[in-house]
């Protein structure tokens, strides 16, 4: 009988002072870790949107081969008011709905559906846009587009490579240019150029404000002439410009 004691087995539980530590040692890793985790998931979702900028520029450059090198329009703020828009037009050319058949679907694009309008970094996306209250996180240049009837062409960028066609929005508004555009990304945003590619740009590259932002003439002067007067736009005065909102010298807004 105390022979079979002797090799029973005795059942111990974790005192406090056990489990604190064990749960300390959790909350430690969990800490290291998360950041990692949400660096992470940052990456795949700036993949993602550059992915969907990519598209943007395939579909503009077999739209502007069809309309004899015309650009499409920048739209009004209802996608059902805009049919001739970028956000209606250009979609078809991939196999993807646009727009409006999203809304009338009651599907609309949020940055928690995966579409070729969803950003998934956006943070200020409402649940439920509607037609006649939208939100748009990618935007067609503004100042690709000149006011009124008329449209500019591919072949009238001065600079293709450098000029931004498409960037990356945040509103009910279809377009935007430098002093709107959000840095969504690592301190900076995903653009479509005019020559079809994309890629990603930090901030002091593409950002216009100041006296500058809203006329091409000012902007191309300081590009040509005085490289120091660039602090007035982009809060950094040892940048220079390289990255164009404007196709040409003189260009109308």
């Not at 940052?42 to 004899?68: F, I, K, P």
């Not at 196999?95 to 694009?109: F, Q, W």
């Not at 067609?140 to 931004?164: E, H, Q, V, W």
């Amino acid at each position: 009988m105390k022979s079979n004691q002797k090799h029973k087995k005795c059942n111990r539980s974790f005192t406090l002072i056990e489990l604190l530590v064990v749960i300390a040692i959790i909350a430690i890793l969990a800490g290291l870790l998360l950041p990692v985790l949400g660096q992470a998931k940052e990456r795949a979702n700036a993949a993602t949107c550059l992915s969907n900028m990519h598209q943007w520029g395939l579909a503009v450059g077999m739209y502007c081969d069809d309309w004899e090198d015309y650009l499409p329009a920048e739209g009004a703020t209802s996608p059902s008011g805009s049919p001739w828009a970028w956000e209606n037009v250009l979609p078809p050319y991939i196999g993807k709905p646009s727009m409006i058949a999203m809304y009338v679907a009651g599907t609309p694009p949020t940055n928690k559906t995966k579409s070729l309008f969803s950003c998934p970094s956006d943070k200020d996306c409402p649940p439920n846009p509607t037609d006649g209250n939208p939100y748009f996180m990618y935007g067609m240049s503004n100042r690709m587009d000149p006011n009124g009837s008329a449209l500019f062409k591919r072949s009238m960028c001065t600079y293709p490579a450098t000029t931004i066609l498409f960037c990356e929005n945040t509103g009910t508004f279809s377009s935007t240019n430098g002093k709107y555009c959000p840095a969504r990304h690592n301190g900076g945003g995903n653009f479509t150029f005019a020559d079809g590619h994309s890629g990603w740009l930090k901030w002091q590259d593409w950002c216009r404000s100041g006296s500058i932002w809203g006329a091409a003439c000012p902007f191309w002067h300081i590009q040509e002439s005085d490289s120091s007067a660039l602090g007035d736009f982009s809060n950094n005065s040892s940048a220079h410009v390289v990255y164009h909102w404007f196709p040409y010298k003189g260009a109308p807004t």
